[in-house]
T-cell receptor, first 113, second 118 residues
């Protein structure tokens, strides 16, 4: 089944403890992206990647890192999480050709206390 | 950067009534337009998209949307809603052909919660 898989689905952590949210897609998509969803704000793009080793900032990149060493994986790294990073996170991927919509994962609900 | 405005944060309707969810975007140059639906505790699912051609686009679950370039709008409609349509709906915009510097960007509105009552 074609899908974007994120892990974990739920995570509670403490301020300052480094964490990684994994994302993997099995559709051979070139583009991958991370979004955060907050009530009343919709989805905001954190980082995106157009191919292996090619990444760029979205609207809210502060406090996050990403890497794209393999085409299928695009992990999101929080080096020192803070409570304002408590959010619902979505990974997404799409084909390179313009006009294709992103396929989204099921989400990771992160709570930083 | 694009901006997307969904004019209603909440839309309550009764079952079998028609519904329109409104979306306006900022740029009048070439764009691609999308509507996504998010059911409770799930990810986003693509409902429909406009790339070019006919301004009336049909999607899944009986939804359709109309692209209006002069008004920079892409409103979503359904002639008769069901309780199962209760969900949050997001309008999204990406830059169209030739705007290579922002190829990976997809801009979302803040969402419209559609609640269908029996």
């Amino acid at each position: 089944e074609a899908q974007v898989t994120q892990n974990p689905r739920y995570l509670i952590t403490v301020t300052g403890k480094k964490l990684t949210v994994t994302c993997s897609q099995n559709m051979n998509h070139e583009y991958m992206s991370w979004y955060r969803q907050d009530p009343g704000l919709g989805l905001r793009q954190i980082y995106y990647s157009m191919n292996v080793e090619v990444t760029d900032k979205g609207d809210v990149p502060e406090g996050y890192k990403v890497s794209r060493k393999e085409k299928r994986n695009f992990p999101l790294i929080l080096e020192s999480p803070s409570p304002n990073q408590t959010s619902l996170y979505f990974c997404a991927s799409r084909r390179r050709e313009q006009g294709y919509g992103y396929t989204f994962g099921s989400g990771t609900r992160l709570t930083v206390v | 950067a694009q901006s997307v405005t969904q004019l209603d944060s909440q839309v309550p309707v009764f079952e079998e009534a028609p519904v329109e969810l409104r979306c306006n975007y900022s740029s009048s140059v070439s764009v691609y337009l999308f509507w996504y639906v998010q059911y409770p505790n799930q990810g986003l699912q693509l409902l429909l998209k406009y790339l070019s051609g006919s301004t009336l686009v049909k999607g899944i679950n009986g939804f359709e949307a109309e692209f209006n370039k002069s008004q920079t709008s892409f409103h979503l409609r359904k002639p008769s809603v069901h309780i199962s349509d209760t969900a949050e709906y997001f309008c999204a915009v990406s830059d169209g052909p030739g705007r290579g510097s922002t190829l990976g960007r997809l801009y979302f509105g803040r969402g419209t919660q559609l609640t269908v009552w029996p």
